[in-house]
């Protein structure tokens, strides 16, 4: 198992593990580089002999790339946009999937490429326009891949996507709740969507995750599942 940070949380996942037989590395990469990542894909052959499963979660907002507040996007940088589309689909997504499904052509049983959407990904949300446009080409390109792959190279490397609804972070909080702490407008209006009353937490992803990387889901590739509390089923009436 390896994972692309040496961060604390990675840190502490060795020292637990480790006792049990498990084998883990802790890599740091830029994922802006695409260089760093095809180094990434040979030292983990070299460590691991094979790469099975990969998970792209690399993503998120910039500063800068929201019109909010009265901005319009005339008011964008749009190096900042462009900046947007590469970190979300092409670091996220599209640069991972070409150096990792690499290797995992020769494998006998395959493999699983996880990609990580968005609601965006759906539809559009006001105000994220080169977040909403990345993530609706990661959706796009993970249904590519996953034909490709399979028709073409190795029937048994399945490539799906996992879009997560709305999941408080230090990166999104601010844009959810007041300076109180509390809930602002926009959270209060997103829980409003949701069928299920509340905000996601991490272990919601989990089951999820771990279908589309076993052999449960071997017969599933380009595919997209929202884990959102029904926020994409819901109609609003």
Partial sequence: MCYHSNSEPIERAIRELSPLGVTLRGYKIDCMQREQIAEH?????????????????AGGLLPGSVSDNGLTLFDLDLDIMEKMVTY?????????????????????????????????????????????????????????????????LNPKIRVNAIAPGFFPSKQNWESMASQTGELGWR?????????????????????????YASDASKYVTGTMTPVDGGFTAYAGL
């Fill in 41 to 57: 894909a040979d030292k983990v052959m070299e460590d691991f002999g094979s790469i099975d499963i990969v998970v792209n979660t």
């Fill in 88 to 152: 979300n689909l092409f670091a996220g997504c599209i640069w991972p999937c070409f150096f990792y499904s690499k290797k995992m052509i020769p494998n006998p049983e395959g493999g699983s490429i996880i990609n990580i959407a968005s609601m965006n990904s759906y539809r559009p949300l006001e105000g994220r326009a080169s977040y909403a446009a990345a993530k609706a080409g990661v959706a796009n390109f993970t249904q590519w891949l996953a034909v490709h792959l399979a028709k073409d």
């Fill in 187 to 211: 959270g209060k209006k997103i829980i409003e969507r949701t069928p299920m009353g509340r905000l996601g937490v991490p272990d919601d992803l989990l089951g999820t995750l771990i279908w």
